[in-house]
């Protein structure tokens, strides 16, 4: 009798408050409205405008098997232009201890209940915020510095806060360990976290991250130059493949694999003047124009007074993600960026960029969305553990600039400190946060999660490539600047024939 007793006394007192009596929790400059959610229960909001169907979690109806949880909706205004919309999902029984919140994509301002579906569903206690807009362009930023901030960096820390003081009153003790994840813009956001907050999070997975969010806006104009600056420069999107081939015949086999995938790009030295059409434009050829167009896409963005690199190219095996940036539009994010942060008019043309003049304005009004400091000596202090990925076959953020900001740090920190809390792992043949030729389905926040429990910092990460619902590959991801070293005998789709090693 004594033994239950004390089992009753120590789930009374993990769970404090109840649901509904968080509404009244007292946040400083925030609004709450709390609510239970039964087993099975939650029904996710139409999109916006009404019309069409509310979406299923993960491609079916998984929010019908989501437990009893409460549900947090928290309104922040920091400054008194702000507009912070933040939700939080804590689960009623089955809480693993631990928080993560999640990161955004883009300029998306709107929070994605299959984001805390997943999140909760692992044990999470599960958060997400629309960044302090809604939408999914700038248009928001013009003529409002202060939600230029809530965007950049202000929204995520909110998030951090709130809901560390939620998790404390629910449960009646703090998180064990904070988690970020996040890719593309949230990968941008979890590295701005690391740097601007330490102490916000203790592990961050940053995948594919718009680090340079400046660099990539202008290499987006850099390339619609390009492809723009006559009538011919133009690619046809059919001639995507013809490139791509090519450097798949140039430089495929380079690592002693032949296999449909460039794993090292920087080192395949793919000249476009190889497909120039000999005679008339045709289809299996590049013209001299679309040549030119072609190394522009290659070539780094770069300061044409200084030199100074902008940003960093797009890597040969990228080709079939072309049509983001050489398409017959330029990339609306890149131009968002200058017309509504930058130029504040709607109406700016993209043509008339100067790559050397116009870069200071750029970078001194998109301060707040740069995460580029390389001092991460707070969150490495404090014992914090970050996996940063990226595909080296992306087409939207290029891969070098995480190769670029990891090699800052280590240059700032020295490799031994940042290898103990800080790994990057380049993913050959990924595009944009999944996807591609490679093997580009793993779980890195499972790997984050065995770093932080058991100190041991991840040396290969398992990664497959999944076609037609199949698992046709299995290799393993290396960190950097490890690579994945085929072992001379075996299936080359199996990842046991593969070795971490220096290249």
């Known amino acids: 009798m ?5 089992v009753l006394f120590v789930a009374s007192y993990a769970m404090g408050a109840s649901c509904e009596s968080l509404s009244s929790l007292s946040i400083p400059h925030s609004t709450i409205v709390a609510e239970s959610v039964a087993a099975g229960a939650f029904a996710p909001p139409a999109p916006a405008g009404g019309k069409g169907k509310a979406p299923k979690a993960g491609g079916g109806d ?3 098997k989501l437990p009893a949880f409460c549900r947090v909706q928290v309104t922040s205004k920091p400054s008194a232009d ?27 301002g709107s929070i994605t209940a299959n984001t805390l579906a997943t999140g909760m ?80 999070f203790d592990a961050v997975v940053a995948g594919s991250p718009g680090l340079n969010w400046t660099g990539r806006s202008t290499q987006a104009v850099w390339i619609a130059q390009a492809t723009h600056k006559e009538e011919g420069s133009a690619i046809p999107a059919a001639k995507f493949a013809v490139i791509h081939d090519a450097v798949l015949q140039a430089c495929d086999a ?27 434009d045709a289809a299996t050829c590049l013209t001299s124009a679309q040549v030119e167009t072609v190394r522009k896409i290659y070539s780094d963005v770069t300061n044409p007074r200084t030199k100074q690199v902008i940003f960093q190219r797009h890597e040969p095996g990228s080709e079939m993600g072309w049509n983001t940036m050489a398409g017959p539009n330029p990339m609306g994010l890149g131009l968002d960026l200058f017309r509504y942060v930058v130029f504040q008019d709607p109406n700016w043309d993209y043509k008339t960029m100067n790559f050397d003049a116009d870069m200071d304005r750029a970078y001194k009004a998109d301060a707040a969305m740069d995460a580029m400091n390389p001092d991460l000596s707070g969150f490495i202090a404090r014992g914090g553990k970050m996996i940063q990925y990226h595909g080296w076959a992306d087409p939207q953020i290029s891969p070098g600039s995480s190769v670029a900001y990891y090699q800052s740090v280590v240059e700032k920190l020295g490799p031994a400190k940042v290898q ?40 290969r990460i398992e990664a497959s490539r999944i076609r037609n619902g199949q698992t046709d590959r299995t290799r393993p991801l290396c960190p950097y600047p490890q690579i994945a070293s085929y072992k ?5 789709d199996d990842t046991a024939n593969f070795v971490c090693k220096a290249p």
């Open 62 to 64: 998984a929010f019908g």
């Open 121 to 200: 569903q692992r044990g999470y206690v599960a958060a997400m915020t629309d960044t302090g807009h809604e939408g999914g362009s700038a248009s928001f930023a013009m003529g409002h510095p202060e939600k230029v901030i809530d965007f950049g960096y202000r929204s995520t820390h909110e998030m951090a806060t709130t809901g560390k003081a939620l998790i404390k009153a629910f449960y009646g003790r703090e998180p064990k360990h904070s988690y970020w994840n996040g890719c593309s813009a949230g990968g941008r956001q979890g590295l701005m976290e690391a740097q601007r907050y330490p102490e916000d």
């Open 488 to 492: 001379g005998s075996g299936s080359t």
């Open 2 to 6: 004594l033994k239950f007793a004390i």
């Open 254 to 280: 380079r690592d002693g694999v032949k296999d449909g995938v460039v794993d090292e790009p920087r080192k395949c030295s793919f000249d476009p003047k190889a497909l120039e059409c000999k005679g008339a």
């Open 420 to 459: 103990q809390n800080y790994r990057l792992f380049m993913v050959p043949g990924m595009a944009h946060c999944g996807g591609g030729d490679g093997t580009s389905t793993f779980d890195m926040l499972t790997a984050l999660e065995q770093w932080v429990d058991t100190g041991k910092a991840p040396d």
């Open 82 to 108: 702000s507009d912070i919309k933040i939700e939080y999902w804590l689960p009623v029984a089955g809480w693993n201890g631990n928080f993560e919140a999640n990161g955004n994509g883009g300029y998306t």
